[in-house]
């Protein structure tokens, strides 16, 4: 068998070791922080939403990324990711908040860029904002740190900054939904496989970045420094 073209594979960096992570989809929740909820104009808790970006919409440690089209109001959420690895004792659907720690392989920072306008603009008309979120080159990524560097994550600051000025400031604690209740309510949708990556929501603070701004952002030992060009 050979391949009529090259397959395209996206994969992270791991933290420590010389082994790459395949990328295989890209889950993201939408408003976890109550704060953020705020901001955005709700203030009940409600069951957490998701939605995806395409696996190769990653960008990892990029340096400069490129102002998308199709928009003038990209807006920053810098995001917690899970990294989901295969169990042998666990099977990744209606995984129980019990199991779910079992399925992370690891930790990541990444900002899940947005096309604020276009989203609110299919937000109107009830229509899918899936390319206010999920266009090319949306989701730049830190590398992977394992689950054994920093164990069960339930704590922990989460910061970007945008020309040296602070925009967003949270903990990991403000979470509405921690990281094995999101496993858990993802589980029950699709079953879960090694090389999944979870953005797990966005504190306060999300706003407009222009070309020629520099973010960085950093969570734990992990960082993301870029340029918008
Ligand atoms: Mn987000």
Sequence with gaps: M?????????????????????????????????????EMGHSEREAPFFFMKPADAIVVNPETMCYP????QLHHEIELVIAIRDSDAIHGFEVSTEQAWELVYGYALGV????????AKYKKQSRPWDLAKGFDQSAPISSIIPFEELGKLTDGNIELSVNNEI???????????????????????????????????TPSGVDEIKKGQTIFANSFDLNLNFKIT
């Design 167 to 201: 925009r967003q400031k949270g903990h990991i604690n403000q979470m509405i939904w921690s990281i094995p209740e999101i496993i858990s309510e993802l589980s029950k949708h699709i079953v879960l496989k090694a090389g999944d990556l979870i953005f797990t929501g």
């Design 69 to 72: 089209s199709m928009t003038n």
């Design 2 to 38: 050979s391949f009529a073209f090259k397959p395209t594979i996206t994969t992270i960096p791991i933290i420590g070791s010389e082994q790459e992570f395949p990328v295989r989809r890209v889950y993201c929740v939408g408003r976890n922080y109550a704060d953020h909820a705020k």
């Design 112 to 119: 899940d860029l947005t096309k604020r306008d276009l989203q």
